[in-house]
């Protein structure tokens, strides 16, 4: 079956570089028109779509936050790796992984992992 | 950038209504729009994609509409297990969108 985990560190402090790693499994990240997305929520808030990358490695990222993000994948690790720089106690939040792709939309997710930003 | 209303923020309800939630976008998206259901503690649930179509497994009571900005999401008869926070999410091969959410509580 399907299932995707995050995984990465629980507090990070401000200024810091946050890297977050989805593995995947039931599905390669080769697969055509396949894609992973990352999304994240801060307590109480709504969700916010950070970036996106493609089985043919198109990457896409949020407008407002482009400039911090990087997003990439190890089809042999079946990993998606996304790094945010420059971090803030705002960008505390839960930060999610879901396949994205071929039907459109985020059809499945992973369990998320909560982010604290703090000194 | 691409800009998705939902309405109304928080919807009151019972057991048996019949519930419409609507999203709204800043320009026209086609039918590139999916609903979630998302209760607290746990991951966003997908319900339906490209605008109508209903997920394997998801209820037929759930169902979507619209095109271009306009797109509604309509539970025919509420069951205890709907209520919960719903969005809608614009995507394209650039860009993801979400709404601000809905939450549907206990009247």
């Known amino acids: 079956q399907v299932t995707l985990k995050e995984s990465g560190p629980v507090l990070v402090k401000p200024t810091e570089t946050l890297t977050l790693t989805c593995t995947v499994s039931g599905f390669s990240l080769s697969n055509v028109r396949m894609g992973v997305s990352w999304i994240r929520q801060p307590p109480g808030k709504a969700l916010e779509w950070l970036a996106h990358?493609?089985?043919?490695?198109?990457?896409s990222y949020s407008t407002s936050l482009k400039s911090r993000l990087t997003i990439s994948k190890d089809t042999s690790k079946s990993q998606v790796v996304l790094t945010m720089t420059n971090m803030d106690p705002v960008d505390t939040a839960t930060y999610y992984c879901?396949?994205?792709?071929?039907?459109?939309?985020?059809?499945?997710w992973g369990q998320g992992t909560l982010v604290t930003v703090s000194s | 950038d691409i800009q998705m209303t939902q309405s109304p923020s928080t919807l009151s309800a019972s057991v048996g209504d019949r519930v419409t939630i609507t999203c709204r976008a800043s320009q026209s998206i086609s039918s590139w729009l999916a609903w979630y259901q998302q209760k607290p503690g746990k991951a966003p649930k997908f319900l339906i994609y490209k605008a109508s179509s209903l997920e394997s497994g998801v209820p037929s009571r759930f169902s979507g509409s619209g095109s271009g900005t306009e797109f509604t999401l309509t539970i025919s008869s509420l069951q205890p297990d709907d209520f919960a926070t719903y969005y809608c999410?614009?995507?394209?091969?650039?860009?993801?969108?979400f709404g601000q959410g809905t939450k549907v509580e206990i009247k």
């Open positions: 879901a396949r994205d792709g071929g039907k459109g939309g985020c059809d499945y």
């Open positions: 999410q614009h995507y394209n091969s650039y860009s993801r969108t």
């Open positions: 990358i493609f089985s043919n490695d198109e990457k």
